[in-house]
Nanobody, 119 residues
Framework: QVQLVESGGGSAQTGGSLRLSCVAS???????????MGWFRQPPGKEREGIAN???????NYVDSVKGRFTVSRHNANTTVYLQMNSLKFEDTALYYC???????????WGQGTQVTVS
């Protein structure tokens, strides 16, 4: 089964940077859920929201709140995804998750989450 592990979370000051990593198990290579990998976040007391994703061909998408500040990329035969977060704001504080999707944008596998705190 596909397993995802996030890392790189922690504390940062406003205006600072963090880079999150998500490593997928090799099972992703033969899974229909390799069509995209995405990042979600859940701020305290709020619902989880999608913020960025990248498809198999490298095309990226971002929500307006992070566009221009965050960059998603893939490495290691598309089994590793990164989220470079620059110009961090207080409202970026959240639990960040990575996930993988199949065609149609249906997400099927999720990581355990990594905490980002901006002060």
């Amino acid at each position: 089964q596909v397993q995802l592990v996030e890392s790189g979370g922690g504390s940062a000051q406003t205006g600072g940077s963090l880079r999150l990593s998500c490593v997928a198990s090799v099972a992703l290579r033969s899974s229909p859920y390799r069509a995209c990998m995405g990042w979600f976040r859940q701020p305290p007391g709020k619902e989880r929201e999608g913020i960025a994703n990248i498809d198999w061909d490298g095309k990226t998408n971002y929500v307006d709140s992070v566009k221009g500040r965050f960059t998603v990329s893939r490495h290691n035969a598309n089994t590793t995804v990164y989220l470079q977060m620059n110009s961090l704001k207080f409202e970026d504080t959240a639990l960040y998750y990575c996930a993988t999707c199949r065609t149609g944008g249906v997400f099927g596998y999720w990581g355990q989450g990594t905490q980002v705190t901006v002060s």
